[in-house]
């Protein structure tokens, strides 16, 4: 069984900065492409930033220059950097593995942390 755990989460204020983690562990052979989506109250859930494992990223327009997103392949972990934060930033921050590979070499696909609380305070 997989699991993610996700760390990092807070209050900070406008113009502040927060960096989120997720470790997965588990059987796990290598991971594909890892992400992190976000969900405010009474909005879809939505991608933030989401980077292969090759290192390719890809950002929505909302946070293009101030999170940047980063992995630790040797460590299963992907990170996200959170700068310039602003209110419209607060949500619940869910890490996502789309597809990974088992040590049985099997693949596995759409695994989700528990979520981190972001908020941003004006």
């Known amino acids: 069984q997989v699991q993610l755990v996700e760390s990092g989460g807070g209050l900070v204020q406008a113009g502040g900065s927060l960096r989120l983690s997720c470790v997965a562990s588990g059987s796990i052979f290598s991971i594909d492409t890892m992400g992190w989506y976000r969900q405010a109250p009474g909005q879809q859930r939505e991608l933030v930033a989401r980077?292969?494992?090759?290192?390719?990223?890809e950002y929505a327009d909302s946070v293009k220059g101030r999170f940047a997103i980063s992995r630790d392949n040797a460590k299963n972990t992907v990170y996200l950097q959170m700068n310039s934060l602003k209110p419209e930033d607060t949500a619940v921050y869910y890490c996502?593995?789309?597809?990974?590979?088992?040590?049985?070499?099997?693949?596995?696909?759409?695994?989700w942390g528990q979520g981190a609380q972001v908020t941003v305070s004006s």
């Open positions: 980077i292969t494992s090759g290192g390719s990223t």
């Open positions: 996502n593995v789309e597809r990974l590979r088992t040590f049985q070499l099997s693949y596995e696909y759409g695994y």
